[in-house]
């Protein structure tokens, strides 16, 4: 690309246009179809409703580089948080630039950005995902690794045909739950979880911190009643209907176990598995199996139009990826999870 240095402009996202949604959208699904040119993309309507619909609690800043009669977004970067007791020291990035503008400084200077940002807002570690895999795999981690950060975790991408299902399988776990489970029983609800369950499941929710962290730098996240209700209405006005199906320890009441799908009224076809976790105490009884099972019941038996559901796993949260696969889901890429504090990023890039 010739003529002037390209400019890195704010991009109000909370206020954007539908016409500027939809070239960042067209951004996205062309950095998607140029790694997998294979796999399905979200249709437009299911990012406009991701990025509109957000909890409160989530602060972000985007920048963006446009051609010349701004019809056309060439890369953009991001840097976002949640206000919330944790992870304060924290920022969450993104940077994504079309094959034209790349090995110009773009990227460098996104980064630059992002890192202001995040030292303005006092916070001191930039977080940024990138895939591992193919060109744009070997390029993003070059460019990472040159400039400061670290890869702390390498997760997998994986989807689940439902036409590929085995349902003898899924009937297996959930008989062998009746014997190894005994003294437990599954709780289902959509959307809204009942106000009589919900301290209940939010005290669950903290099972999340038992999933595997490597060498990241993460703390614990504090989950509170007030934060999930937020949750739910963000996701309720993005239009995801989310399912829970939760194991309940009958003789205490605790919720011992849960696994959540999010089926997506913008994009049919695909679904997305949320969490799933078990609290250590409750393990080895087929827990796990069970939740998913009885969730992959009802999902094949009420949403025909469903053809895949995706799931992110740590590479080495073994027990997780071991009842995944079982099941059927196939790898589809993997992603690192890089770190690095802002003053190594300065300090690399000679900022």
Not at 82 to 104: K, M, S, T
Not at 212 to 227: G, H, I, N, Q
Request: proline share 4%.
């Amino acid at each position: 690309m010739s003529g002037p240095q390209p400019t890195i402009e704010p991009f109000d996202i909370d206020h954007a246009s539908d016409a500027e949604l939809a070239a960042l959208h067209d951004l996205e699904v062309s950095l998607e179809l140029e790694a997998l040119p294979d796999v399905p993309v979200p249709p437009l309507a299911h990012t406009v409703a991701s990025i509109r619909h957000v909890p409160p609690e989530r602060v972000r800043q985007y920048w963006a580089v446009w051609d010349t009669d701004r019809s056309r977004m060439l890369a953009r970067a991001h840097a976002a948080w949640d206000e919330r007791e944790d992870n304060r020291h924290l920022a969450f990035g993104y940077i994504g630039v079309r094959p034209d503008l790349r090995r110009q400084g773009v990227g460098s200077a996104l980064l630059a950005t992002i890192v202001d940002h995040t030292e303005a807002a006092g916070r001191s570690t930039v977080w940024l995902d990138a895939r591992s895999e193919g060109a744009q795999g070997e390029a993003a981690e070059g460019f990472l690794a040159a400039r400061g950060l670290e890869r702390k975790q390498l997760g997998r991408r994986s989807h689940l045909r439902l036409d590929h299902v085995d349902d003898a399988l899924l009937q297996t776990w959930v008989d062998r739950a009746a014997q190894r489970a005994e003294g437990y029983s599954l709780l289902q609800w959509d959307q809204r979880c009942p106000d009589d369950l919900v301290e209940a499941f939010v005290a669950a929710k903290h099972v999340m911190n038992s999933a595997p962290k490597d060498d990241l730098d993460f703390e614990d996240e504090v989950f509170t009643v007030d934060l999930w209700r937020d949750r739910e209405a963000a996701l309720i006005a993005r239009g995801q209907n989310l399912w829970t199906v939760a194991a309940r320890h009958d003789e205490s009441g605790d919720i011992a176990g849960y696994t959540e799908i999010a089926h997506l009224s913008t994009w049919p076809a695909m679904a997305y598995q949320e969490d799933t976790g078990v609290w250590h105490v409750h393990r080895n009884k087929g827990l796990g199996r069970w939740l998913k099972a009885a969730m992959l019941q009802r999902v094949k038996a009420e949403t025909p139009d469903l053809e895949r559901i995706e799931t992110w796993n740590a590479g080495s949260n073994e027990a997780m990826l071991g009842i995944n696969i079982a099941l059927g889901f196939e790898v589809v890429d993997w992603w690192g999870e890089w770190q690095g504090k802002t003053e190594q990023i300065r300090k690399a890039t000679g900022g």
